[in-house]
């Protein structure tokens, strides 16, 4: 059992940057890969970024390549996501996951946060 609980979100304006974390409990936490996931009203839960067990790999999704960051410190048990140049349509509440897989398929990942509520005005 892997337990999630994010934090860092936030109303902040366009343009700016945010940072979120996600805390896990477990020590086998280095066995996951992690992943991020947002969901805005209206719309499905949709992929955003994915980093492997011991980090060295990351994937993203198109929307936010060059913008965001996902990274994990295994000595906290925790994985962050830097979002930076923040635009409306980033806003969504933002999960994060666990599993097995380095995937990007929401179906994989069988452990999940609460999730934590970004808005960004314009």
């Known amino acids: 059992q892997v337990q999630l609980v994010e934090s860092g979100g936030g109303l902040v304006q366009a343009g700016v940057s945010l940072r979120l974390s996600c805390a896990a409990s477990?020590?086998?936490?280095?066995?996951?890969?992690m992943g991020w996931f947002r969901q805005a009203p209206g719309k499905e839960r949709e992929f955003v970024a994915a980093?492997?067990?011991?980090?060295?790999?990351?994937y993203y999704a198109d929307s936010v390549k060059g913008r965001f960051t996902i990274s994990r410190d295994n000595a906290k048990n925790t994985v962050y996501l830097q979002m930076n140049s923040l635009k409306p349509e980033d806003t969504a509440v933002y999960y994060c996951?666990?599993?097995?897989?380095?995937?990007?398929?929401?179906?994989?990942?069988?452990?999940w946060g609460q999730g934590t509520q970004v808005s960004v005005s314009s």
């Open positions: 996951a666990a599993s097995r897989y380095y995937t990007y398929s929401r179906e994989r990942y069988d452990y």
């Open positions: 477990g020590s086998t936490f280095r066995t996951y890969a």
């Open positions: 980093i492997t067990g011991s980090g060295a790999m990351t």
